[in-house]
């Protein structure tokens, strides 16, 4: 009985010594980002190519299928008594495409003019993204933190008309955003960390131009001349780090 309380006693003493040195530092990691968009409409302005006059105006509403991306990270994080910040920077992978059909405009005399199916594709390329956490230690090992941060993204716009003779087009924009959010921290070891987060994010209006498409509206080519919609997601991120 007296060996087995010394031996609890003993580990007691090492899980104390362990947790009391946690490490702050540099630190890289790698992880998987789950991504849903938000539910967004999207507004179409078209205009013929040949005389440059306004067509007309249509609204559809844009997929948001759930994706998966990668996502690589680096930081500093700093632990004092039971509280901690970290301060990071990633840069994460593309999602699946969105898109939106839009069957029909409006015309300035507000007659409906079907587009022959037009689909466009809306898609993030890539993000580039920095963060401020500052949280909590629940426990020794198990902490919860709030985050807010900048967003940097790549879109790309793609439009194809439901004739054989579409034109496919593309466009990439930067655009900034931000995210706000918060999560879980937990210490595997005095090195390794485990953070599981949720992230809502979200852009300014996302605008297009010259997106051309010989789609049938009787008047010859046409475009679209611009897309403007609001982009939001909601992510949900699991990252293995390791502290220098």
Known sequence: MIKKILLVSSIAALSMTANAEHKNGFYAGAGLVGVKPAAAKARIMATNLAGGTNIGNGTGKLSNPFSVSGRLLGGYHHKWSDMFTETELYVQS????QKVTVPVINTPAGLPVSTGGAVIKLRRNF?????????????DNLGIFLSTGLLYSQ??????????DAVKTAQKQNVWGASIGGGIINHLSNSWLLKAEYAYEGYKKIKTKS????????VGEN?????????????????????F
């Open 155 to 164: 879109f790309q716009t793609r439009m194809q008309g439901a004739s054989q």
């Open 223 to 243: 475009e679209l001349e611009s897309l403007n919609t609001k982009i939001r997601y909601h992510s949900v991120a699991l990252s293995l780090s390791y502290i």
């Open 211 to 218: 997106l051309q498409s010989e789609y049938n509206l009787g």
């Open 127 to 139: 993000t580039l993204g920095g963060a401020l956490k500052a949280g909590y230690y629940a426990t």
């Open 94 to 97: 593309n999602d699946r495409d």
